[in-house]
C-alpha cells in the first residue's frame, strides 16, 4: 500500500479531531459573549458550560482516547511495511465510526447510538491490532 493510502484515513481523523475543536471554541467563545457562561464559573474548569459546549468538548476530549490507539498502529505498521489493504480497509471503517459517534455526540446526543458507535469503533481497532500482532507474530 502507498503511503497516501495508508495515511488518508489519519488524515481525515485527524480533520475531525480539529473540527471538534474549532466547534467547541466556537460554541464556549458563544457562552462567554453572550452572558450565558461567566468566566469565573468555568475559570477553574468547573463543569459549567451550556449543554452544547459540553458536549463539543467531551467529544473532543474523547478524540483522545480510543483514536489514540488508531495512531499508534498506523505509526508502528507504516515503517513495519505491514499497513495492507486490510490495514487501510479496516482503517476507513474506524473513522467512520467515529464521525458516526462524533455526529450523534455534537446534535441529538443519544447515548444508545453514540454507545454503538463508539463500541464499533472500538472492535475495529481491537480486530486492526490482533490482525496487526499475528501478521508480526506469525507472519501472515
Request: positive net charge; contains cysteine.
Amino acid at each position: 500500500m502507498s503511503v497516501q493510502m495508508v495515511l488518508l484515513p489519519v488524515f481525515i481523523q485527524i480533520g475531525l479531531t480539529f473540527a471538534l475543536l474549532f466547534g467547541m471554541a466556537a460554541t464556549r467563545t458563544r457562552a462567554l459573549t453572550s452572558g450565558e457562561t461567566k468566566m469565573r464559573d468555568i475559570a477553574l474548569r468547573q463543569p459549567n458550560w451550556p449543554v452544547q459546549a459540553t458536549q463539543f468538548g467531551n467529544c473532543f476530549a474523547n478524540q483522545f482516547e480510543i483514536p489514540v490507539l488508531f495512531y499508534i498502529l498506523i505509526a508502528i505498521a507504516l515503517p513495519l511495511r505491514h499497513a495492507d489493504l486490510v490495514i487501510v480497509l479496516l482503517s476507513w471503517v474506524f473513522v467512520i465510526t467515529r464521525f458516526a459517534h462524533a455526529g450523534i455526540f455534537v446534535t441529538s446526543n443519544d447515548v444508545r447510538p453514540r454507545s454503538l458507535a463508539w463500541f464499533a469503533g472500538a472492535v475495529v481497532v481491537l480486530v486492526m491490532w490482533l490482525y496487526f500482532a499475528l501478521r508480526i507474530l506469525l507472519v501472515i
